[in-house]
Structures are given as structure tokens and as C-alpha cells.
């Protein structure tokens, strides 16, 4: 079973729907992330958590929220979507006490706005 | 500034010869690490290799190897004897500070370089 795991893994909604899409891992890691990949521009960081009760923006947080239900969730909402958001998601998970904090990836959830 | 630049959109290699990604970085913080990932078309994130600001040597993993150059602030990724399955995207990223603080959590992508390999 995969590590982490992203859903739904395809999802075409209409503007001005709210979505959420979720994030879940069995790694024990504290660290979780949302990114967003968009053609030619590389990953973007949304919001990381470092733990249940510590949420931080990252580089493109307007138009999304985020919650870390427990420590082996973290979902990302779209509250009002809008085409421009059309994108492939990805949720990331790190572990504090490795010597590299490599993050590992979830399979990716593709985002389709109308 | 962008803080890490892939120069290079696309790269052809020819089954079983070398090949090297190039990977620019931008950092004042002495303390900082450099990731390749792999995206093939499926979609996923693959960790490929690692190298921390204060290793001495270059890393290795398999076939892969990163050409560490501090002073030039590059770190290019080298594939050994290519293989079909090596056709992807691959994308180049950096945590900055110290491990146990929040800025090095966060890791800045390139744009990535699409490899195709060819018979």
C-alpha cells in the first residue's frame, strides 16, 4: 500500500465549487506540504504544517485553505474555485529527524476547473 | 532571482551513453541541501539523490550521481548508461537552512528538464 496517499485522484468541477481535495500518510512523519504543478512552471509550495497545530503559508496561498485534521492528514480546500486553479496537486510528507529531510510525494490529484 | 534554474527544457540521450542535467542554484544560507526528483508520465514524484551544503564528497545512488560544484553553485545531475525507462521529467530542488527550522522545510522546484531517450 502506498505511503501517501491523495483524493481523489481526478476531479473536474465547475467555477465558484468548493472542493476539497485530501491527503493522507502512514509514514509517522510530522511534516506535511501541498504543492501545485503547473506546466513549465515547476512545483509550488501552498502551505506546510510542521504539526497538528502548526499551519504556515507558503508561496501561493491565496485562494486555498488548509486543515491537518490529525497528524496523518492534511486536506487542501478550494473555497470558491476558479479556472486558474486548474492544476496537478501533490501532498508531500518529511520527517524531522532525518539528516536530509527528504519529502515524499503522493501520487498527485489532477484538478480540472471549468 | 530565481533560486533554482534548469536551463536546459529538453535533453536527448541515446540508450547506454551518459547524460547530464544541469542545475543552478541561488542561496546566501550556508546550510542548504539539493534534490533531483524524477516525474515520469504517470505522474508521481521519485526521490532520486541528495546532497547536503557540508558534504565532501559528491553523492551517488546507482547509476545516478550529482556533480557537486559549490563554488559555482551547481549541482548537475549525471545518469549513467541510460535506459528506455529514464525518459521523464526531472526536476532539481533546494531546502534552505537548518534542518530543525521551518525555512527548511520548504523546498524550491525548477522548471524542470524532459528527458527522452532514444535507441
Known amino acids: 500500500d502506498a505511503d501517501v496517499t491523495q483524493t481523489p485522484r481526478n476531479r473536474i468541477t465547475k467555477t465558484g465549487k468548493r472542493i476539497m481535495l485530501e491527503c493522507s500518510q502512514t509514514k509517522g512523519h510530522d511534516r506535511m506540504y501541498w504543492y501545485r504543478q503547473d506546466p513549465g512552471l515547476g512545483l509550488r509550495l501552498i502551505y506546510y504544517s510542521f504539526d497538528v497545530k502548526d499551519i504556515n503559508k507558503g508561496e501561493i496561498s491565496d485562494g486555498y485553505s488548509v486543515s491537518r485534521q490529525a497528524q496523518a492528514k492534511f486536506s487542501l480546500s478550494l473555497e470558491s474555485a476558479i479556472p486558474n486553479q486548474t492544476a496537478l496537486y501533490f501532498c508531500?510528507?518529511?520527517?524531522?529527524?532525518?539528516?536530509?529531510?527528504?519529502?515524499?510525494f503522493g501520487p498527485g490529484t489532477r484538478l480540472t476547473v471549468l | 532571482a530565481q533560486k533554482i534554474t534548469q536551463t536546459q527544457p529538453g535533453m536527448f540521450v541515446q540508450e547506454k551513453e551518459a547524460v547530464t542535467l544541469d542545475c543552478t542554484y541561488d542561496?546566501?544560507?550556508?546550510?542548504?541541501?539539493l534534490f533531483w526528483y524524477k516525474q515520469p508520465s504517470s505522474g508521481e514524484m521519485i526521490f532520486l539523490i541528495y546532497q547536503g551544503s557540508y558534504d565532501q564528497q559528491n553523492a551517488t545512488e546507482g547509476r545516478y550521481s550529482l556533480n557537486f560544484q559549490k563554488a559555482r553553485k551547481s549541482a548537475n545531475l549525471v545518469i549513467s548508461a541510460s535506459q528506455l525507462g529514464d525518459s521523464a521529467m526531472y526536476f532539481c530542488a533546494m531546502r534552505e537552512g537548518l534542518l530543525n527550522t521551518g525555512t527548511a522545510s520548504k523546498l524550491t522546484f525548477g522548471t524542470g528538464t524532459r528527458l527522452q531517450v532514444t535507441l
Open positions: 542561496t546566501s544560507d550556508p546550510s542548504y541541501g
Open positions: 508531500a510528507t518529511s520527517d524531522l529527524g532525518t539528516s536530509d529531510n527528504e519529502q515524499f
